[in-house]
T-cell receptor, first 121, second 116 residues
Framework: EAGVAQSPRYKIIEKRQSVAFWCNPI?????LYWYQQILGQGPKLLIQ????????DSQLPKDRFSAERLKGVDSTLKIQPAKLEDSAVYLC???????????????????FGAGSRLTVL | AQSVTQLGSHVSVSEGALVLLRCNYS??????LFWYVQYPNQGLQLLLK??????LVKGINGFEAEFKKSETSFHLTKPSAHMSDAAEYFC??????????????FGQGTILTVHP
């Protein structure tokens, strides 16, 4: 099966500019996640969607970050305006289900995309 | 709340030597535990997962991990390191149910270096 697709792979912008990242999850995966990975740290969850609804966006800096998942398939993460501290890799992941109803133990395995590396100057 | 602590941000071993990467977790619910590997400029790839079946879990590339509830640990091991194992490894915890299901909380990562 095709993996999780992300674009662009690399983006360099000036602070206060805006940027958008796109993610196409694995076909049939109901749940989509955006993680932020700052250099030297583990990934941190920004937002979780189930189909086209938001499950958890408690860690999303809503004054500058926004995300949507129209039609419950692909998703866009936007940053406007960007700050220096937003420099990071933005990882998109998807999973088959999000509520444990999949039946098989451990059915909720996340598959990650290659990430979009953002540098803010 | 869930958390993961990886002991040692850098581990260096010789080729053929034992690999041991340490992970301790904290979870208020029965956890699912994962190890992911990240090669340079790539996304995270699942190595193995613990889902309350067997406490000794075997993964890809010869890695395995043992869940020890009494020690709240899930250390990753490989008997003999290969040069291709050089990468960054992340331990992660997710709740097995409820609102924490599916939400991975990651440790800070351990960079594994393998010397010839």
């Amino acid at each position: 099966e095709a993996g999780v697709a992300q674009s662009p792979r690399y983006k360099i912008i000036e602070k206060r500019q805006s940027v958008a990242f796109w993610c196409n999850p694995i076909s049939g995966h109901a749940t989509l996640y955006w993680y932020q990975q700052i250099l030297g740290q583990g990934p941190k969850l920004l937002i979780q969607f189930q189909n086209n609804g938001v499950v958890d966006d408690s860690q999303l800096p809503k004054d500058r970050f926004s995300a949507e998942r129209l039609k419950g398939v692909d998703s866009t993460l936007k940053i406007q305006p960007a700050k220096l501290e937003d420099s990071a890799v933005y990882l998109c992941a998807s999973s088959l289900d999000s509520d444990g109803s999949g039946g098989a133990a451990g059915a909720n395995v996340l598959t990650f995309g290659a990430g979009s590396r953002l540098t803010v100057l | 709340a869930q958390s993961v602590t990886q002991l040692g941000s850098h581990v260096s071993v010789s080729e053929g030597a034992l690999v041991l990467l340490r992970c301790n977790y904290s979870s208020s619910v029965p956890p699912y535990l994962f190890w992911y590997v990240q090669y340079p400029n790539q996304g995270l790839q699942l190595l193995l997962k613990y889902t309350s079946a067997a406490t000794l879990v075997k993964g890809i590339n010869g890695f395995e991990a043992e869940f020890k509830k009494s020690e709240t640990s899930f250390h990753l091991t490989k008997p003999s390191a290969h040069m291709s194992d050089a990468a960054e490894y992340f331990c992660a915890v997710a709740g097995a149910g409820g609102t924490s299901y599916g939400k991975l909380t990651f440790g800070q990562g351990t960079i594994l270096t393998v010397h010839p």
